[in-house]
């Protein structure tokens, strides 16, 4: 326990100094660009679903999700009807003309979309997700969004 503080500690002290050295070298260390997420497809993005507090963990283990039932109970939604289409390779979910796969990374959940889904609707499938892990946790989670 002690030794995972001290690793917290260290993370958090590597982000001050990179925060500080981005400050005061702009040009080394450029903002992010702005992107446009309106209009992008399914295999142009994916997210992590992660525990707000910590860097690195067991997702699964973190929010006590533990069986395949907790998984289909939690990492499905309430809003839209879904048919479960995981396999041996992971954790899958199809809903009407698009899909999504969940798998558990070390840093968190990823999760990736494949078929006919624009950004917007994947983040608001994301932010119920999100909802319910939250709910069913007791963890805040938040969500980190990737582009390709």
């Not at 109970?73 to 992971?90: A, C, H």
């Not at 798998?103 to 999760?111: K, M, V």
Request: glycine share 4%; net charge negative.
């Amino acid at each position: 326990m002690f030794n995972k503080f001290i690793q917290q500690l260290n993370r958090d002290k590597q982000k001050a100094i990179n925060r500080r050295r981005a400050e005061e070298n702009p040009k080394i260390y450029p903002p992010a660009p702005k992107i446009d997420c309106t209009n992008l497809k399914a295999d142009e993005f994916e997210f992590l679903l992660k525990r707000s507090q910590y860097e690195d963990y067991e997702f699964a283990d973190e929010f006590n999700l533990t069986t395949s039932a907790d998984w289909l109970k939690v990492l499905t939604p309430d809003s839209m009807d879904w048919v479960d289409i995981s396999d041996e390779r992971g954790f899958g979910i199809k809903i009407n003309n698009f899909s999504y796969c969940i798998s558990d990374e070390f840093a968190g959940l990823q999760i990736s979309f494949d078929g006919d889904i624009k950004f917007p609707e994947a983040k608001q499938l994301l932010l119920e997700l999100k909802s319910k892990v939250e709910h069913f946790s007791g963890y805040d989670a938040e969500i980190i969004e990737f582009y390709r």
